[in-house]
């Protein structure tokens, strides 16, 4: 397919597709992009060019996926669906929402092939019916808001730390105590852009975690560990600032395990594996998630 620019203003190139392509969402116009199908010029082009007059604009079909534009190979598991929510169980690798990337093979856009009129719900069109998240790597479960006010009162729930959270995590070392709370602040690192506790001096933002012993290995400890906020990497940040790094974490490393180089080449072990919260109706709702089969195989490897 091709088209000819002939507009005497400048237009972005995703902007253009969308008026020529009715039938194609700009999220999937976003990945043909990326995947190389649309050129510009017979040149390779960014989700953002800025077409000119004059331009030629080639749509390569050939290379088309036969399932709407995407290709997910990582997708969620559906616990339940009602009219108003849906909670899901988030596989490890599949990103929540796009970043400055623009990444096409999120939960978000998923979210939107299988429920399109959820674009419609919530405050940010990039993330669709979404109030909390989880980081890449961390698998678990998640709820999404199908309606406008189930968004507004899930939103409200989180801001006033009423839903629980519950994880699995695998750490390095032994754990002293069976039972503890980290609440040291946490604030992003300018040299590293990593989340750092900062335990000397008064800044960053509140945060709190607690954990609890549920298995001790010789060189591993198993804990469940709940959080009180939501920051950014905040367990991640919390358990590498008391020395036991997450196991298969590459980002939160303790420095004995950068010089023995002992971070597995797996995911980070860390489950959301249990989500509390209210509905429409003020009844709570309790949903539990075992850890996935891959994190459950390598406890039987360890002693």
């Known amino acids: 397919m091709k088209f000819k620019y002939t507009k005497s203003s400048k237009e972005r190139l ?21 995947r190389g199908q649309i050129s510009v010029n017979n040149a390779k082009s960014s989700v953002h060019h800025w077409l000119k007059n004059g331009d030629i604009i080639i749509y390569d079909q050939k290379q088309i996926v036969h399932d709407n534009g995407f290709d997910f190979k990582l997708e969620p598991q559906i616990i339940e669906q009602t009219n108003d929510y849906l909670v899901i169980v988030k596989p490890s690798g599949l990103l929540v929402h796009p970043t400055e990337k623009a990444e096409t093979d999120t939960l978000a856009d998923w979210l939107k092939l299988k429920i399109p009129q959820i674009i419609k719900i919530g405050d940010d069109p990039l993330r669709p019916g979404i ?5 890449k790597e961390v698998s678990g479960l ?6 406008q006010e189930c968004f507004d009162l899930l939103k409200k729930q989180f801001q006033k730390r009423k839903v629980s959270k519950e994880y ?18 946490l604030e992003r690192d300018k040299k590293t852009g990593l989340m750092k506790a900062q335990t000397t001096r008064d800044s960053g933002q509140i945060a709190q975690t607690t954990y609890e012993v549920l298995k001790k290995f010789i060189n591993y400890t198993l804990l469940k560990i709940k959080i009180k906020t939501g920051r950014t990497h905040q367990i991640r940040a919390h358990l590498y600032s008391i020395g036991h790094s997450i196991v298969g974490d590459q980002l939160y490393q303790t420095k004995d ?5 002992k971070v597995l080449n797996q995911r980070i072990f860390l489950h959301a594996c249990y989500l509390k919260f209210k509905d429409m109706n003020g009844l709570w709702h309790k949903y539990k998630s075992p850890l996935p089969p891959d994190l459950a195989e390598f406890l039987n490897t360890i002693k």
């Open 257 to 261: 395990l950068r010089k023995k180089k």
């Open 142 to 147: 998640m709820v999404i808001a199908l309606t």
């Open 168 to 185: 699995i995590g695998l750490v390095h070392g032994q754990v002293l105590n069976n039972k503890g709370e980290i609440n040291t602040p």
């Open 131 to 135: 109030v909390h998240r989880l980081d």
């Open 14 to 34: 995703d902007k253009f597709l969308n008026d020529k392509l009715p039938d194609t969402s700009r999220s999937q116009i976003k990945k043909l992009i990326l």
